[in-house]
C-alpha cells in the first residue's frame, strides 16, 4: 500500500470535509448563514470561499461548536477530526499529528513538520507552541503541504488559532465551572465599541487538582493544572476598505509533575502500575540544580499581534501580518518514574520569535492570484540539568554501566558492584546504601550521600525569507485550475553546551566517566555550526464543479522540513558536527465534497511519499534527529453530517491510515516501522440536539463517540510502547433560559473511565527503564453562564 502510484490514488479521489463542521468559519461569515446552511465559509486561500469551492482539505470548527462538544483544549478537538491526534503530555510538550506524522521535538536545532499558526502567525517552536483556545472564533485544520498559503514548517499541514475579533457593540459574557477533582474554570469575555473601533477582553482561568496521587511527602499529586489566559484585542477600521487589528495575549501555566509512572519499580502499594499511585520524589537539590523546588512546569508565553488589511481597488486587496512571541519554561521532572534519586531532569526552554508577511491578492471572475513575501526569525535555546545521587544511579543502572566497559575489565569491575535493587518491592530504595559501600570499601570512609550534576543545552537561531506567487485560472466557469510556488532561503545556526563532570565513584573503579558519558563536557565552550539553504515548493490544484453543490478536486504539493544542522559532543569532548538532510514529501490527493441545506458528506483518498523521513529518538536523556529513510502513507478519508430537522444534526467521520517507514534493508532498525502516534483507524460519531421548549427556553445535548485504533509511541516501534484500541464516550447537555441569557449546562468526558496510555517510553526508556503516563480518567461537572 505505501507504493501506489500518484495516479492510482487521484484516481481514487481524496480529502476530507470537516462532518460536524455546519457553521460558517469566516468571522464576518458566520452571522449571514441560516443555522441549519451547509454552506461552509473558510479562509485557507487568504480570501473568503464556501469550503466545497476550495481545492485542498480543511476541517474547520467554530467556537460553538467546540462549546457544544465540550471541547476546551486542542487535544480534545483532534478527538472529532479524521487525521489530526493532539498530544499534549505537558503544556510544554504538545505532540500534534496530521495524518500519521508527528510534529513535537523539544530540540531548538530541529524545525517542525506540523505549522500552528495563532491569529496568522507561525507559533511552532514546540516549547512555546501550546495556546489556550478560550474564546475562539474558528479553529482550521489544514492537511496536506501548501507551502504558498502557509509558512516553510508546514510539511505535512497547519493548525490555524483564530481567536474571536472585537465588533460593534457592547456585549458580554461569563461562564463558571465546577467538577471532580475540585476542577474550576472561570472565562468570559467583554466587547464594546462601534463602527470604527472596537474593543474585547477575554480570559480563562482553569484549575483542577492532580488525578494521579503521589505517595511522596515532598511533591505534590500529579498532572494538577493551574492556567490562566488573558487575552486584549482592539479592531480600527476607520473605513469600509481597511480594517487593523491589535492582539495581545499573555498565557501562563503553574501545573504539577507529569506521572512519569515507571514499569520496572514498584511502590509502597504495589507493583508498577501506570494506573496506580506514583511514587516521583524529585530531587533534594532540585531547587538549585534543576530551578524549581517541585516537579511541574512554570511557564509564561507573551504574544502581539498586529494584522493590517486593505482594499486597494476593485479587485486587488493587500494585508499584512507581524507577530512577536515571547516565552520562558521551566519543567522538572523525575524521568525514571520512581521513588529514587536516579533521573532527575528539568528542561528550562526559552526563546523568542519574529515573523512579518506582506499579501497582495487579485480576484476577478477568471483569474484569482496573489503574492508576497514572509519573513521569519527565532532565537530559542534548552538547557536540560540533570541531578542525581552517584551510587542510587550506579545502582540503579548497573547493567548499563557495565555494558561501558571492555569485555575483558568487565568481570572486575562486576565484583567492585553489589547488585542492590534500584527500588524494592515495599517502594524503598536499597541502591542509596551503593556509596556508603562503595565509598567505605575505596576510601576506608563512608560517606553517605555523593549529589551529582550535569546539563547540556541546545541552541538554534533560524532565519527564513520567502517569496511566494498562486494564480488561479477559470477557462470555463465550472473548472478552476491553480499553480503556485514559494521560494525561499533559510539560515541555520545550531549550538551545544554541555557540563558532564566525572563521576567520583566510577574514577575510584578505574572508570574516570561522567554518569551519563554521551552528553560530552564541552569544558565551558559552545561548538557551534551554521549552513544556508535554497528550496522551491509548488502546489498545484484543479476543482471542478459538478453542480453547484458537489465539486471534485485533485492537488499535487511539495513539503518540506528544514535539514537539521546537528551539533553535539562526544564522551572525550570533542565535538561532532551533522546535517540531517530536508525531509521531503510529495503529496497526492483527490476527492468529492457535497454540501446542500440538508446533507454535508465527502470522501477521498491521499497518497504521501517521503526522502530522507526524519526521526527522533531519545538517548541518554537527549533528543537525536536522525534520518530514517524512506516512507510512504495512503489514506482513506470519509465523512457525512445529516440536518433532518432544524433542532437536530447527526454527524459522523472516519479515517484509515496505513503508513510508516519502507521496508527496506537500507532504513535500518527503523524498517517496517509504524509512525509514532499512527492509528490506522479514527472514527467519531454523535448528534446535537437543539430543540425550543417555548417561554424563551431551550434544551440542548451533543453525545459523542470517539474511536482510535493501536498506536506505538515511539520508532522503532515496541509492543510494550504502545496502546491498544481506545473507544471514548463524552457528552455535554443542558437548558438555556431568558432567550439564551442564561444556560446550565452538565458534562462528562471519558464517562466510561477508561483506562488507556496518554505516552509511554519517555526519557527514562532511554536508560533501560521506561515510564508510562497515565491519560485523564472520567471528568465530570456543571456549567452556568451568564450573556448579555
Known amino acids: 500500500m505505501r507504493r501506489l502510484t500518484a495516479t492510482t490514488v487521484l484516481l481514487c479521489g481524496a480529502s476530507v470535509l470537516p462532518s460536524m463542521v ?158 471532580n477533582y475540585d476542577a474550576t474554570t472561570l472565562s468570559g469575555f467583554l466587547n464594546a465599541g462601534n463602527d470604527v473601533l472596537a474593543g474585547r477582553v477575554a480570559f480563562e482561568w482553569q484549575k483542577r487538582d492532580g488525578y494521579v496521587n503521589n505517595l511522596s511527602e515532598t511533591q505534590d499529586d500529579l498532572y494538577a493544572k493551574d492556567q490562566l489566559g488573558i487575552r486584549g484585542s482592539l479592531r480600527f477600521t476607520p473605513n469600509d476598505d481597511v480594517t487593523a487589528d491589535l492582539i495581545v495575549t499573555y498565557d501562563r501555566q503553574r501545573n504539577s509533575g507529569t506521572p512519569f509512572i515507571s514499569g520496572t519499580f514498584p511502590t509502597a502499594t504495589g507493583r508498577a502500575n501506570p494506573f496506580g499511585d506514583a511514587n516521583l520524589s524529585g530531587s533534594p537539590l532540585s531547587q538549585q540544580v534543576l530551578g524549581n523546588d517541585e516537579l511541574g512546569l512554570h511557564r509564561d508565553v507573551y504574544d502581539v499581534n498586529l494584522t493590517v488589511s486593505a482594499a486597494l481597488d476593485d479587485n486587488w486587496t493587500m494585508s499584512m501580518v507581524n507577530g512577536y512571541r515571547d516565552f520562558d519554561a521551566r519543567e522538572v521532572f523525575d524521568a525514571d518514574g520512581s521513588a529514587a534519586w536516579f533521573l532527575e531532569f528539568a528542561e528550562q526552554a526559552k526563546g523568542w520569535q519574529i515573523n512579518h508577511e506582506t499579501r497582495f491578492t487579485y480576484d476577478s471572475d477568471i483569474l484569482r492570484a496573489s503574492l508576497g513575501w514572509n519573513l521569519f526569525h527565532e532565537d530559542s535555546s534548552t538547557r536540560v540539568p540533570f541531578s542525581s545521587e552517584e551510587g542510587t544511579f550506579v545502582g540503579c543502572a548497573r547493567n548499563m554501566l557495565l555494558g561501558l566497559v571492555p569485555a575483558a575489565q568487565r568481570p572486575a569491575i562486576e565484583a567492585m558492584l553489589p547488585d542492590l535493587a534500584c527500588v524494592a518491592s515495599d517502594g524503598s530504595v536499597p541502591a542509596s546504601q551503593m556509596t556508603p559501600l562503595l565509598t567505605g570499601a575505596f576510601l576506608g570512609t563512608p560517606i553517605q550521600q555523593l549529589p551529582y550534576q550535569a546539563f547540556f543545552e541546545n541552541q538554534g537561531r533560524n532565519s527564513s525569507y520567502s517569496v511566494f506567487a498562486d494564480a488561479t485560472y477559470l477557462p470555463m466557469p465550472a473548472l478552476e485550475l491553480t499553480a503556485g510556488a514559494r521560494v525561499l532561503y533559510e539560515k541555520r545556526n545550531s549550538g551545544y553546551v554541555a557540563s558532564a563532570p566525572a563521576s567520583v565513584l566510577l574514577s575510584a573503579m578505574g572508570m574516570p566517566l561522567p554518569l551519563i558519558p554521551s552528553l560530552g563536557d564541552t569544558a565551558g565552550s559552545t561548538f557551534g555550526d551554521e549552513d544556508g539553504y535554497w528550496a522551491v515548493l509548488p502546489r498545484f490544484n484543479a476543482l471542478y464543479h459538478i453542480t453547484p453543490d458537489v465539486n471534485v478536486y485533485a492537488t499535487i504539493s511539495k513539503g518540506r522540513r528544514s535539514p537539521t544542522v546537528s551539533v553535539s559532543a562526544t564522551s572525550s569532548g570533542t565535538p561532532v558536527f551533522d546535517e540531517v538532510p530536508a525531509e521531503i514529501v510529495w503529496n497526492y490527493e483527490g476527492g468529492i465534497k457535497l454540501a446542500t441545506q440538508r446533507v454535508s458528506a465527502s470522501f477521498g483518498v491521499y497518497y504521501q511519499k517521503y526522502d530522507n523521513f526524519q526521526v527522533s529518538r531519545i538517548i541518554d536523556g537527549r533528543s537525536i534527529t536522525e534520518s530514517a529513510g524512506s516512507a510512504g502513507n495512503f489514506g482513506v478519508e470519509a465523512e457525512l453530517s445529516v440536518r433532518p430537522t432544524e433542532w437536530l444534526n447527526l454527524f459522523g467521520n472516519l479515517g484509515y491510515i496505513d503508513g510508516g517507514i519502507d521496508n527496506k534493508e537500507e532504513n535500518g532498525v527503523y524498517a517496517g516501522d509504524h509512525f509514532r502516534l499512527q492509528p490506522e483507524w479514527q472514527w467519531a460519531a454523535g448528534f446535537t440536539v437543539n430543540a425550543p421548549l417555548g417561554n424563551g427556553m431551550r434544551f440542548f445535548a451533543t453525545p459523542s463517540v470517539t474511536y482510535r485504533s493501536k498506536i506505538y509511541f515511539e520508532v522503532p516501534n515496541s509492543e510494550l510502547i504502545s496502546q491498544d484500541a481506545v473507544t471514548l464516550v463524552n457528552a455535554r447537555a443542558g437548558v438555556s433560559f431568558a432567550e439564551d441569557r442564561f444556560e446550565l449546562a452538565a458534562f462528562g468526558r471519558n464517562i466510561t473511565n477508561k483506562d488507556y496510555l496518554l505516552d509511554a517510553g519517555n526519557t527514562g526508556g532511554s536508560f533501560g527503564v521506561p515510564t508510562f503516563i497515565p491519560a485523564e480518567p472520567r471528568f465530570y461537572g456543571v456549567e452556568l453562564t451568564a450573556r448579555f
Open 22 to 179: 455546519q457553521a460558517a468559519t469566516a468571522a464576518d461569515s458566520i452571522d449571514n448563514l441560516a443555522p441549519n446552511d451547509n454552506t461552509i465559509i473558510v479562509t485557507a486561500q487568504k480570501i473568503e470561499q464556501r469550503e466545497i469551492d476550495v481545492p485542498i482539505t480543511i476541517s474547520a470548527t467554530s467556537g460553538e461548536q467546540m462549546k457544544e462538544l465540550g471541547v476546551t483544549d486542542l487535544d480534545e478537538l483532534s478527538n472529532y477530526v479524521p487525521g489530526l491526534n493532539i498530544q499534549e503530555q505537558s503544556a510544554n510538550n504538545p505532540g500534534i499529528v496530521i495524518r500519521g506524522i508527528t510534529s513535537d521535538s523539544g530540540s531548538s536545532q530541529q524545525a517542525a513538520r506540523v505549522t500552528l499558526y495563532y491569529n496568522g502567525v507561525d507559533i511552532s517552536r514546540s516549547r512555546g507552541a501550546y495556546q489556550g483556545i478560550y474564546d475562539m472564533e474558528r479553529i482550521e485544520v489544514i492537511k496536506g503541504p501548501q507551502a504558498t498559503l502557509f509558512g516553510t514548517a508546514s510539511t505535512v499541514g497547519a493548525v490555524s488559532l483564530v481567536s474571536a475579533k472585537p465588533r460593534e457593540g457592547f456585549s458580554g459574557e461569563l461562564s463558571g465551572s465546577y467538577g
